[in-house]
């Protein structure tokens, strides 16, 4: 079983940056596709990327391509998720989760979650 733990969330200005990791322990984290959700306060878990288990193919709602970045590093059983030019709308609960199936945005694809980072972007 892989159990996931999430870091680098915070407070930050729009326009900023931050960079989120999601820690794995257990030997399967290299098989599976990883990919990112959020959550905002009354509203639905939110795709946000998707990774393969190599880190050659990457997939992202159209609400974060082009500024934020999902990679991931398979020797220290991490994935990453570069946020850029932050607006006050991605304000949320971020979650990273491991997938059987690649790409996906379901949640029901996802059989590892995390118990989330919390990114605030001030205006």
Not at 12 to 36: D, E, H, I, N, Y
Not at 48 to 60: D, E, L
Not at 82 to 100: F, H, I, R, V
């Amino acid at each position: 079983q892989v159990q996931l733990v999430e870091s680098g969330g915070g407070l930050v200005q729009a326009g900023g940056s931050l960079r989120l990791s999601c820690a794995a322990s257990g030997r399967t984290f290299s098989s599976k596709p990883m990919g990112w959700f959020r959550q905002a306060p009354g509203k639905e878990r939110e795709f946000v990327a998707a990774i393969s288990r190599s880190g050659s193919s990457t997939y992202y709602a159209g609400s974060v391509k082009g500024r934020f970045t999902i990679s991931r590093d398979n020797a220290k059983n991490t994935v990453y998720l570069q946020m850029n030019n932050l607006k006050p709308e991605d304000t949320a609960l971020y979650k990273c989760a491991g997938s059987s199936v690649y790409p996906s945005m379901g949640v029901r694809d996802y059989d590892y979650w995390g118990q989330g980072t919390q990114v605030t972007v001030s205006s």
